[in-house]
């Protein structure tokens, strides 16, 4: 197949969902399909990666507005969107085109295109908008913005030979765009994924990485990636404290964004030594460092964590890692943590029962490996790279036939 993926950011700008599209691209080159990207230019002043032979990137000017206010990412997105536009309708047509939601206007691009010369797409709904919108305030759900958005997405939905979301849950978000609901045919499932080969679990004597942060035995709760605004760390520091004696309980921060600096005072406000910071990581130590924990984080704010899956709950599988879901009840992250009993799942906020739950798993070490070797488990038999790479060349190849 000759296939088109639509994404308004990639390498080398590194972003999660361009890091995992260009892994895809590479399964599926490697199973015989050409892929062509059409995205921004980067704003990274990095060397664009070399790609792998059936892989070319079609890159389009962005004026690069400053990302972190909305009017500004929507130009960014519109005038890209456009020009993407422009370069379809004077292409040889792919077998099939992939478009995420990265972007409020690639799906729109994909539609228009469509209807005009009878391109095939697949729509890939990583981030629900306007759903996101309005649960961070940006939009009124009663307003003009939201209803338009919502117009916009029946169509664009509706008119995709089919529709991908990264769990279970999150067909419920989509399904009032579709006309079948939550069991329409054309709505798929596919989890992101972690390679088993790059991220493993890594005994604790042998973890070099481990020792060199002075980590030894301890009990570790680890936390590795963006500390952003929708990341509820402050509970965790506050579990820390209560657990302030508990002389063999770590917390590990590995990362940066804008909440890191509050954490970081309130750390320093609270005496603790039980909280560690820590820089982003190489590439290269990232099997190392991913593998360190005993539990590792994954959250999300109240307001978002019903929209999502955070990315980073597959590496720690990988690595073999117990699961702390710093989630509502009901979200992805939090019943996959127990429906697979390999973590524990802790509402935003409520540190009394977060450091109650680790204080079980720090006296019982035998449930926790439990927990331990069943996320790696529940990982090699769902969520691996080649699984989830098939089951995307399977419904591309789908709707590239109807």
């Given amino acids: 197949m000759r296939i088109a993926v639509l994404t308004h950011d990639m390498h080398p700008d590194v972003f999660t969902n361009s890091r995992l599209l260009l892994d895809a691209a590479v399964g599926f080159a490697e199973r015989g399909n050409s892929v062509t990207f059409y995205s921004a230019t980067p704003s990274s002043k990095e060397d664009p990666p070399e790609l792998a032979e059936g892989i070319q990137i079609k890159r389009h000017w962005s004026p690069r507005f400053d990302r972190r206010g909305i009017k500004g990412r929507l130009v960014n997105s519109a005038i890209v969107a456009f020009l993407i536009f422009l370069r379809l309708m004077f292409t040889r047509k792919p077998d099939v085109i992939l478009a995420d939601t990265t972007s409020p206007f690639l799906g729109s691009c994909a539609w228009t295109i469509s209807k005009i010369r009878g391109h095939k797409y697949v729509y890939l709904a990583t981030e629900l908008y306007p759903d996101a919108a309005v649960a961070l305030g940006a939009i009124k759900p009663s307003g003009f913005i939201n209803k338009l958005w919502d117009f916009v997405n029946r169509r664009v939905y509706g008119q995709a030979g089919r529709v991908i979301v990264i769990g279970p849950r999150l067909r419920e978000q989509v399904a009032r765009h579709l006309k079948g609901g939550v069991e329409d045919p054309k709505l798929k499932v596919i989890h992101n994924w972690a390679d088993p080969e790059e991220i493993k679990p890594v005994a604790k004597p042998d973890n070099w990485w481990r020792t060199e942060q002075g980590l030894g035995d301890k009990f570790v709760v680890l936390y590795s990636g963006n500390m952003g605004l929708s990341h509820d760390l402050g509970t965790l ?120 739950q680790l204080e079980k798993l720090i006296d019982d070490p035998g449930q926790l490996q439990g927990m331990k070797v069943r996320a790696r488990r529940a990982f090699e038999e769902n969520y691996t790279r080649d699984k989830s790479i098939n089951r995307y060349l399977t419904v591309l190849a789908e709707a590239a036939r109807n």
Avoid: C, W
Wanted: glycine share 8%.
């Fill in 237 to 356: 520091v506050e579990a820390a404290d209560l657990l302030r004696n508990r002389d063999e309980f770590r917390v590990v921060l590995v990362g940066e964004g804008p909440s890191k600096q509050a954490l970081v005072d309130s750390v320093r406000e609270r005496t603790l030594t039980n909280v560690i910071f820590l820089p982003y990581q190489p590439v290269d130590v990232l099997p190392y460092s991913l593998s360190s924990g005993d539990l590792s984080v994954v959250t999300l704010s109240s307001q978002m964590d019903h929209l999502t899956i955070p990315s980073k709950l597959y590496p720690a599988m990988a690595a073999g890692q117990a699961i702390l879901a710093l989630m509502g009840p009901g979200t992805e992250v939090g019943e996959m943590t127990l429906e697979h009993d390999m973590g524990v799942r802790v509402t935003q906020g409520d540190a009394v029962d977060m450091a109650a």
